[in-house]
């Protein structure tokens, strides 16, 4: 099986069982869900590498689905299918960070290329985010060691202060969503973890005071970020 894990959104019966058929045969372990508030309830529960989603479907539409996993996972790819090849379609899933657009009737091979090449794109990306040493401001981070060199000497950190530190090294000067930082390190978003991430969060701002020039910012209702300035 293919590493990454498909969410296929889809409300007609006939396609979206070829499309699970397909795909699983193809080696993507593929979870089939018939409207858009069943594929809000699975994407909540699960972890996904990429998500297809038609845009037509009754209770929750492509476009509303596709903006609430975006504000959850950021990074998550995600390809549009519509039966009608509208401009207004394709600009409004570009504004929601859609990856492609595929309009119907389509081959199952062309679907299958541009999930390909989605997947490479992203896994790219991933490989970035391995780095074995960040530095950043006065500050050098030896994320496999767990700890961090500032001008003050070496800090150890928790399993949990490592992961969060390289997430906002990874993402330097970029906002990082809560609720992906959450699942991303914790598991899930509940209540009880975002207290113990805040409490994280403040042992980090504490290290992070040896230099000025490196602050974590609040940005409330959506995340932080790590602004580092010259």
């Not at 541009?114 to 985010?129: C, G, M, Y």
């Not at 390190?185 to 290290?207: E, P, Q, T």
Request: glycine share 6%; hydrophobic share 35%; aromatic share 8%.
């Amino acid at each position: 099986m293919n590493k990454a894990k498909l969410l296929v959104v889809e409300d007609d019966p006939n396609l979206g069982d070829i499309l699970q058929e397909y795909l699983t045969m193809k080696g993507y372990e593929t979870t089939l869900c018939r409207d858009g508030e069943e594929g809000w309830s699975k994407f909540k529960k699960d972890k996904f590498g990429l998500a297809i989603l038609d845009i037509m479907m009754p209770k929750k539409d492509g476009f509303t689905l596709g903006k609430e996993i975006k504000k959850v996972q950021e990074d998550l790819p995600i390809i549009y299918l519509t039966a009608k090849n509208l401009k207004e379609d394709i600009i409004e899933g570009l504004k929601i960070g859609a990856d492609d657009y595929i309009t119907k009737p389509f081959s199952m091979e062309e679907l299958l290329l541009r999930i390909a090449a989605i997947l490479r794109r992203t896994q790219k990306s991933e490989e970035v985010n391995t780095l074995k040493v960040y530095n950043f401001g006065a500050f050098e981070l030896h994320y496999d060691e767990q700890y961090i060199i500032g001008p003050s000497g070496t800090h150890k950190l928790t399993s949990k202060e490592n992961e969060l530190m390289r997430l906002l090294a990874s993402e330097m000067n970029k906002l990082v969503n809560r609720s992906h930082a959450l699942k991303q390190i914790w598991g899930d978003d509940s209540y009880f973890n975002a207290r113990s991430m805040d409490v994280y969060l403040s042992k980090i701002r504490k290290i992070l005071k040896e230099d000025p020039k490196v602050q974590i910012i609040t940005i409330h209702g959506e995340g932080f970020k790590m602004v580092v300035t010259d």
